[in-house]
């Protein structure tokens, strides 16, 4: 069984700060690239940063210079810490990983944690 379990979400008052950490664990041969989307309510689940296992980043513009994604490979986990939070950042956050299982490479989800940017 494959899982991906997320931590670290709640409720921040704006300017705040939050780290997010998501564990890939089970019968896994390779993990390639790692990230994060969130859904706000009523929106389409949109892109929040990637990571490839080498290390290359991608972030939407929305958190450029405020959230920095990265990975620790020996433990399978990848972080999203996330600075100067807005209202706007308000979402359920989604840890993603193509993932080697067995002989098969697919796009595995966490069941995703609840961020809530508020006063």
């Known amino acids: 069984q494959v899982q991906l379990v997320e931590s670290g979400g709640g409720l921040v008052q704006p300017g705040g700060s939050l780290r997010l950490s998501c564990a890939a664990s089970g019968s896994i041969s390779s993990i390639y690239t790692m990230g994060w989307y969130r859904q706000a309510p009523g929106k389409q689940r949109e892109l929040v940063a990637t990571i490839t296992s080498s290390g290359d980043t991608n972030y939407a513009d929305s958190v450029k210079g405020r959230f920095t994604i990265s990975r620790d490979n020996a433990k399978n986990t990848v972080y999203l810490q996330m600075n100067t939070l807005k209202p706007e950042d308000t979402a359920v956050y989604y840890c993603?990983?193509?993932?080697?299982?067995?002989?098969?490479?697919?796009?595995?989800w966490g069941q995703g944690t609840q961020i809530t940017v508020s006063s």
């Open positions: 993603n990983a193509e993932m080697v299982v067995l002989i098969t490479i697919r796009a595995y």
